[in-house]
């Protein structure tokens, strides 16, 4: 079958490649193992919380960060995307998602500050409506509300810890943890907020828990529900749920897996049906047929058959670590599908330094592929080895997301850029 | 507070626990002191081998054949910290085949069964054991549970009057005319300090043995060697899997709860408290179990650790593998002038009663006590009725609960590791404990694939609906844990094992930011430390 633009990967930046690619018309393919580890983390958009890693106090301004960050550091995935594909990509990420009924919100230049369910304080540029009045900076107090036999919530736990977490300038209001006085219907194994969250669509028990909360909430508090505000339909639960409650609400994340994040994926995957792009879940990427520098076609596999797919331009999105786009074994580090040099220390001893929680970050968090000005791979040169391949998201060398807080920016503006050179080809 | 008693012991592992029940059976007043949870030394980190002594025979009779009649006490008395899986002894193409013959030899002089089975046979047996495998003895080696036969002593001995004082330090010993008087300890736990006076000091502390003798006056030579071990993360053997040959490093893999263990390596280090497993071991290890197990070279590792043997010093041994593995019985009255004062060292847990009796014996004596020893003869608390722990069990209690819940399903803590919320708060009612490290080693909690990942935070949020988390220090307690458990951890990121970590990284620092949280300043007048 032939495409004009084959994506690999089908998590956060796979779905922007591939939406920008489509915007452009082209004729979009998305074959992927997965999903991506969007529906594990918490449906924040990070864009830069700490810069650098070592500070303690959280940025401001993600913009101002960014700015300094590509100054000082060149190999720097911003560097190579530019904040103007970065704020065209929020742009354009902020209203697929609007149309699906899911609303996010923030923009490049401040950073919200909210709780979470271990009452420590995270920075984060974009989060969706249902998690906005969480912001410490806001005066009100707030109720932390939750649900006798829902697991992994613990209302006390968060409310006291967050009484000792500062952050210099902030002044943290007042938390305090209730279990509702509602029955979810959980019996003696404990309920999963994923299994709650399916159950907050049901108009019945939207009525149950907004009374309960409007019952239990003072005036002038907000309040902190688990992240479990439906799934299927976009904003709509939080919107009747703050109805009914009377109050300003907002949902905060817990282990995965993440109501948020599945929230998001469902919305993003609905928006790329839409657009005419197929979307094959489930196969395995191997074989690729390549001429010189360019890449032909691809090999698809689901069990047994396989299936050949062209392309003029292909964007590789198949994840870091996690979703196996990079690959390790007791001797060494691979990117398996095209066997592109893989940039970052290769030796084991190099990877991890000796506390969990170092500052600096681990080496093994930076370890990808490096790529030029336009996101082709170059591995340790400067030339492209692949000149209509393009690279995003996790698998990008050079960046450290969880100590940066950059995770979901880098993704979503090199997600758009692929997408875009891919269909300019 | 002033406390009496007649023989104080120090040193919870399986040797002082198994002296403390030794000494209360034969009716002497004991104390038992620990400085942190039972098991914390070398017995917390060993191999969890029950020999048979086909290892020793060759080299060393006598230790061979005091392995062979524990071994058999040990499945009678111990019986419900002993999975008795039997043994294999296998050589592969290489290995030094006159070995053979000497050792079916040896085993035969020291009385331990020893028969020779087919490949097929073996197979049936082990169906992931190496095609290559030349010979293969079966013998009656088994799985112990370090932790489980520790605290059946403490419990046992604690049942008949011993007081078990855990997360007590001692400071200082009493010496007056050459004669110990007694000692003074610190309850780290409530803050307390106690002088225990007694006539007799039993130095059980293994690897910190030199430095408690020290607080006396008195010396004992130690080499400390370590022995680093790999947690797979599921069985790859049903039965323990020894090389044979003359012992070296990487040489036995044994079944555990749901995992197999490979070990060791034999390496002199000089500090108790502060060792690494390092990137060779691993490779070292990865590499024999692999060529005995060759599924092992894919599987997942979980975890890195390492013990301390203390071993009596012998001038000129280099690797600490060549000292003899039997045990020593130091009295300090003879040798340092400090009546009363005795230590044991050396030995390893297959022959911990042994070394207890012996010991209580040469004090005994001292005593005027004629009791003699019946450790081996009385069942320990728990093991009354001589079944053998099995590993579906823990799936059968699952169903049990279930049944007298009519359908209800318990709700699971820890997935890895199928810990329900129930044995959790079980363990923290008895104990009266809020210590992570004390619910893991009763419930297994944290210990199996995800290394904790996942259910500690859960663990948390349980002790703090229970109010059992001094306010604001739960974020403390769980960071701190999380350093503790990258110990064992690092050494062996690779493969899925690195992807899972990654998985954990992001909920630590991703969803609930614990990276940026500042240690809590504490008010200077009652310091923790």
């Not at chain 1, 968060?158 to 210099?168: E, W």
């Not at chain 1, 907002?250 to 994040?261: A, D, H, Q, Y």
């Not at chain 2, 893999?253 to 749901?258: A, D, G, L, R, S």
Request: charged share 25%; with cysteine; proline share 4%.
């Amino acid at each position: 079958m032939k495409y004009d633009t084959v994506v690999i990967g089908a998590g956060l930046g796979g779905l922007m490649a591939a939406l920008s690619a489509a915007e452009q018309g082209k004729k979009t393919l998305v074959v992927s193992r997965g999903m991506g580890i969007i529906t594990i983390f918490s449906g924040t958009i990070d864009i830069l919380g700490y810069y650098p890693v070592q500070e303690t106090a959280p940025l401001s301004s993600p913009r101002e960060g960014i700015e300094r960050l590509i100054a000082e550091d060149p190999n720097h995935p911003y560097a190579r995307v530019g904040v103007e594909a970065l704020e065209e990509g929020m742009a354009f990420f902020q209203d697929a998602v609007a149309r699906e009924g899911v609303t996010y919100v923030g923009d490049l230049d401040r950073n919200f500050l909210v709780p979470t369910a271990v009452g420590t304080i995270k920075p984060t540029a974009y989060l969706s409506k249902s998690m906005e009045a969480g912001d410490i900076r806001e005066d009100s107090d707030v109720l932390i509300a939750g649900f006798q036999g829902l697991k992994d919530f613990y209302p006390t736990y968060m409310a006291h810890n967050i009484s000792t977490s500062t952050v210099p300038g902030v002044s943290t209001p007042h938390f305090r943890g209730r279990i509702l006085d509602v029955d979810i219907g959980s019996d003696h194994s404990g309920m999963s907020a994923l299994t709650l969250a399916r159950k907050m669509e049901d108009d019945s028990m939207i009525q149950k828990v907004g009374r309960a909360l409007f019952r239990q909430v003072r005036d002038g508090e907000r309040v902190a529900l688990p992240a479990v505000l439906g799934i299927r339909s976009g904003d709509d639960v939080f919107r009747r749920l703050e109805d009914m409650a009377g109050t300003r609400i907002f949902e905060t994340p817990t282990l995965p897996p993440s109501v948020t994040g599945y929230r998001l994926y469902r919305a993003l995957e609905r928006r790329v049906r839409a657009a005419g792009i197929r979307l094959l879940i489930g196969y395995d990427v191997h074989d690729p047929e390549t001429k010189g520098k360019k890449v032909k076609a691809v090999s698809i596999a689901m069990g047994k058959k396989t299936k050949r797919m062209e392309g003029d331009s292909f964007v590789l999105a198949t994840g870091g670590l996690v979703g196996r786009g990079v690959m390790t074994d007791r001797k060494e580090t691979m990117e398996p599908i095209f066997g592109l040099p893989v940039s970052g220390p290769s030796l084991r001893s190099e990877w991890f330094t000796e506390k969990f929680f170092d500052p600096a970050g681990h080496p093994i968090n930076k370890i990808g592929l490096a790529v030029d000005d336009r996101l082709r791979p170059t591995g340790d040169g400067t030339k492209p080895i692949y000149e209509n391949l393009f690279v995003c998201g996790a698998q990008l060398a050079g960046y450290d997301a969880l100590r940066e807080k950059s995770g979901g920016g880098v993704t979503i503006a090199s997600g758009f850029k692929a997408g875009r050179l891919a269909g300019e080809l | 507070m002033e406390l009496k008693t007649e023989v104080l012991v120090i040193g919870g592992g399986v040797t002082g626990a198994g002296v403390a029940r030794d000494l209360v059976m034969r009716g002497i007043d004991t104390i038992l002191v620990e400085k942190g949870d039972l098991a914390a030394g070398a017995t917390g980190r060993c191999h969890g081998l029950l020999h048979s002594g086909g290892r020793y025979a060759v080299k060393d009779k006598e230790s061979a054949e005091e392995c062979i009649e524990e071994n058999v006490i040990l499945k009678k008395i111990a019986s419900r910290t002993i999975e008795d899986t039997g043994g294999l002894f296998v050589s592969l193409p290489g290995d030094d085949e006159s070995y053979v013959d000497r050792f079916l030899a040896a085993c035969d002089a020291a009385g331990i069964e020893a028969q020779v089975l087919s490949l097929s046979q073996a197979l049936r047996l082990e169906p992931n054991l190496s095609r290559e495998a030349k010979t293969i003895v079966r013998v009656p080696d088994g799985a112990v549970d370090p932790f489980a036969l520790t605290i059946d002593n403490a419990r046992d001995a604690a049942r008949r009057g011993c007081r078990v004082l855990r997360h007590t330090k001692l400071l200082g010993i009493d010496v007056a005319k050459g004669k110990i008087t007694g000692a003074e300890v610190h309850d780290r736990v409530k803050d307390e300090h106690h002088r225990i006076k007694a006539k007799y000091i039993i130095n059980a502390t293994g690897a910190w043995a030199g430095h408690v003798a020290g607080l006396a006056g008195a010396n004992v030579p130690l080499t400390l060697s370590k022995g680093s071990l790999l947690i797979f993360n599921r069985r790859i053997n049903n039965t323990v899997i020894n090389r044979l040959r003359p012992p070296g490093d990487g040489d036995i893999i044994v079944p555990n709860e749901p995992t197999s263990i490979i070990g060791t390596t034999s390496i002199t280090v000089s500090d108790p408290e502060n060792f690494q497993v390092t990137k060779k071991e691993v490779d070292l290890m990865m590499k024999e179990a692999g060529l005995v197990l060759p599924p092992s070279a894919e599987a997942r590792v979980i975890r890195a650790y390492a013990g301390i043997r203390p071993l009596v010093a012998v001038p000129d041994a280099d690797s600490g593998r060549d000292i003899s593995r039997s045990f020593s019985i130091l009295d300090h009255g003879k040798l340092d002038g400090v009546k009363g004062f005795y230590s044991i060292v050396g030995g390893k847990l297959t022959t911990y009663r042994l070394m207890a009796e012996k010991m209580v014996d040469v004090i005994s004596g001292e005593m005027g006590v004629h009791i003699s020893c019946s450790t081996g003869e009385v069942a320990l608390f728990g093991s009354e009725d001589g079944e053998h722990y099995r590993l579906e069990d823990k799936f059968i209690s699952i169903e049990s609960v279930e049944d007298e819940k009519e359908g209800e399903v318990e709700e699971i803590v820890c997935e890895c590791e199928l810990v329900t919320k129930d044995e959790v708060l079980k363990v923290i009612n008895e104990m009266k404990t809020s210590n992570l490290n004390d619910i893991r080693q009763r419930t297994r909690v944290g210990m199996g694939s995800c290394q904790g990942g996942f259910c500690t935070y859960r663990l948390l949020g349980i002790l703090h609906e229970l109010d059992m988390v001094p306010q604001y220090e739960a974020n403390e307690i769980l960071t701190s844990f999380m350093e503790e458990r990258w110990r064992g951890i690092r050494p062996v990121l690779w493969g899925d094992q690195l992807r899972e970590e990654q998985l954990v990284e992001g909920i630590y620092l991703g969803i609930f930011a614990l990276d940026k949280i500042q240690p809590l300043k504490r008010t200077a007048s009652k310091s923790k430390k």
